[in-house]
């Protein structure tokens, strides 16, 4: 009998054990950043992606004509204007997700 109370005592301080294992491990995956929503879209020569951030937000784009175009973002109540050669990449970093993203052609924006 008292090696049958041993088994048990050690089945039950396993159990304890990987009871207690789950939490921290629970709590470390809670401090690391999810997954965020990817974002993409095309306005006319660009496309265009982000990741929902949780202060900033960085805009990818890709300029697929020949030539260069301008890009406008807005975001909030201002809004920023690229002027992306053309079949090059670029990338900007903002205070919140953009508004609107949309190519405006070759003569600029009009923010």
Do not use: E
């Not at 053309?86 to 993203?101: E, L």
């Amino acid at each position: 009998m008292h090696h049958r109370s041993k088994i048990a005592a050690l089945g039950a301080a396993a159990a304890a054990v990987i009871a207690l294992g789950a939490g921290p491990a629970d709590a470390a995956s809670a401090s690391v950043p999810s997954i965020q929503k990817m974002h993409r879209g095309t306005s006319h020569c660009f496309r265009y992606s982000w990741a929902d951030g949780t202060v900033t937000t960085t805009v990818y784009w890709h300029n697929t004509c020949k030539s260069s175009h301008f890009l406008r973002i807005r975001f909030g109540g201002d809004g920023r204007c690229f002027q992306t050669p053309g079949r090059s990449k670029r990338q900007a970093t903002f205070f919140g997700p953009p508004a609107s993203i949309k190519d405006t052609g070759t003569k600029g924006c009009f923010l």
